[in-house]
């Protein structure tokens, strides 16, 4: 604990303070551990807490090797328990005193999936540590998720009070595979190529020169279902797969169909997304705070998609874009090589590039997007070509891919943003960068080639709890003010920072500025304030 001294002096001791909790578990206790400087008999001892101020009312619980257990009438924050110690030290000689702090376990899903296949979220070297994250918060339905690709079907494991009312952007009745064009039912019709059409160089929609003239019949993908299912799966009720964000809602938006689909397609759909206008459809009343878009083509960044993102940058939605799947320099590949995006390489389970990933500066991040030793599991439909109707249709599979690594990085930022609602897209950025995960040693990633690391859940949510580590100085003359630096997390644009001290007002920190999630300076007006010990709290009032 930190104290911020005023003898002439003010001495800050720097505690959590906010006025939001969104812990699932709490942080408060009702027991204080304490050791003296000599010992003390414990009839003694509970004497003479008993004479203590009743307004406290502690009582001795037990020892604890050469410390005591007091007890405390109910649970208290660790803000309530230090002044509480201060009372104390008035008192009596105390070496050191502490909050008995309780512990919770790390939540663990009971689907099944998750507990048998779903290794990208547990603890491996390329996985993203997701189970101490669900501890902070597993998400909120304020945060919406709009997933640009082959659409939406209905699924066991998905909530249809979760799907947001999304669109058909594509513009080609051939490429939809549904009869018609653009339309309010961004259901996935299917996107399989039968043998005949992707041996056909004559068919500019399933021709595939890589494997032409021998090409077999390519099934239906599913991608779309597949990338929700990571997001936003049913979690914790026994059925099937995981999701990331347990709450959020997605927002389907079809564009990829057979053969692919269209950039201009592609632009509108970024700004209906983003809430913007699309000459001839209707507004979205429900405005996405992160794109995925697990999706990729060769070339420079087309001028129509730039113009997109740009528009939803400006409005601080994060777009999380796949690197692709060519083992090539990711510059050569949009919307990755597109400016603003947040792209996204893969890794395997053990933090290797994945074999197929793109790479280069143009990555942001990686996260886990599977190979032959370990797949990616979500949702799936049984369909070949058209969908089997739900849930006869129902089922889980692997897939590998840089669009199979892109939903965990755009479920691990709805999670942050709706613990957090008020981040800015540069926190986001600040925050993916701050906590992601090294590389193992001797992994074919690094820095130069797949950016800033893995992405890390439990450390990403983590850096966003309010705490304060150190201050410079931590103390200071009553006769002027103070340049006060102070270290900690959380610190989100806005937060400000005060001096707490029972039966005095507070001191508030002027002239703030919030350098990142880690670090704010400020001035704080000492002259004239009482000399002691106050406590150095942060938050955004």
Not at 175 to 200: H, K, M, V, Y
Not at 275 to 289: L, R, W, Y
Not at 461 to 479: A, C, D, F, K, R
């Amino acid at each position: 604990m930190r104290f911020f001294y005023l003898f002439f002096i003010i001495i800050f001791s720097s505690n959590l303070f906010s006025k939001q909790s969104n812990f699932k578990f709490s942080n408060k206790t009702d027991q204080i551990i304490i050791k003296f400087r000599k010992k003390i008999d414990k009839e003694i001892l509970s004497k003479k807490i008993f004479s203590l101020n009743k307004s406290i009312n502690i009582k001795f619980q037990r020892e604890f090797k050469d410390k005591y257990i007091l007890k405390l009438d109910g649970r208290k924050t660790e803000e309530e328990i230090n002044l509480i110690i201060d009372e104390l030290k008035k008192e009596f000689d105390i070496e050191y005193a502490e909050p008995d702090k309780i512990a919770y376990p790390a939540l663990e899903p009971n689907d099944p999936y998750y507990i048998s296949y779903q290794w990208h979220y547990k603890t491996s070297s390329g996985a993203i540590n997701l189970s101490p994250a669900w501890d902070i918060t597993v998400g909120s339905s304020s945060t919406v998720v709009a997933v640009l690709d082959t659409g939406i079907l209905p699924h066991e494991d998905i909530l249809s009070s979760r799907i947001l009312s999304g669109y058909d952007m594509i513009s080609n009745p051939s490429i939809g595979n549904d009869g018609d064009g653009r339309d309010d039912n961004p259901t996935d019709a299917g996107d399989w190529c039968l043998a005949s059409e992707r041996n056909d160089p004559q068919n500019s929609l399933c021709y595939d020169n890589r494997c032409a003239p021998n090409c077999s019949d390519d099934p239906s993908s599913w991608h779309g279902i597949h990338v929700t299912g990571t997001i936003g799966a049913t979690s914790n009720n026994s059925t099937g797969v995981s999701g990331i964000n347990w709450n959020c809602r997605i927002l389907p938006v079809r564009v990829l169909g057979k053969g692919g689909g269209y950039s201009s397609d592609l632009a509108d759909a970024i700004v209906w997304a983003s809430g913007g206008s699309v000459n001839g459809v209707p507004n979205n009343s429900n405005p996405a705070n992160v794109i995925n878009m697990s999706l990729a083509g060769g070339g420079s960044c087309p001028t129509d998609v730039q113009n997109a993102i740009n528009y939803a940058v400006l409005r601080g939605i994060s777009v999380i874009v796949a690197a692709g799947n060519s083992n090539s320099d990711a510059s050569v590949f949009w919307p990755c090589n597109c400016s603003g995006v947040i792209c996204v390489a893969a890794v395997d389970k053990f933090g290797d590039k994945a074999g197929y990933s793109n790479y280069g500066s143009s990555v942001f991040i990686s996260a886990p997007g599977g190979s032959s030793d370990g797949l990616i599991w979500s949702t799936l439909n049984r369909g070949t070509t058209t969908p089997i109707p739900s849930p006869s249709g129902d089922t889980y599979d692997g897939y590998d891919g840089t669009s199979m690594a892109t939903p965990h990085v755009s479920g691990v930022v709805s999670l942050m943003i709706g613990f957090k609602p008020s981040l800015t897209l540069d926190e986001i950025r600040y925050n993916l960068r701050k906590t992601a995960k090294s590389f193992p040693a001797n992994s074919s990633c690094n820095t130069n080639i797949c950016g800033a690391g893995i992405i890390d859940a439990s450390s990403a949510l983590n850096n966003l709890v309010i705490s304060i580590s150190s201050s410079t100085p931590s103390y200071g003359l009553n006769t002027g003010n103070v340049n006060l630096s102070v270290w900690g997390k959380g610190f989100i644009n806005g937060a400000n920072v005060k001096l707490k001290r029972n039966g005095y007002s507070d001191v508030i920190c002027q002239n703030v500025n919030v350098i990142n999630l880690n670090q704010i300076n400020c001035i704080l007006p000492l002259n004239g304030v009482s000399p002691g010990k106050w406590n150095l709290v942060c938050g955004k009032y």
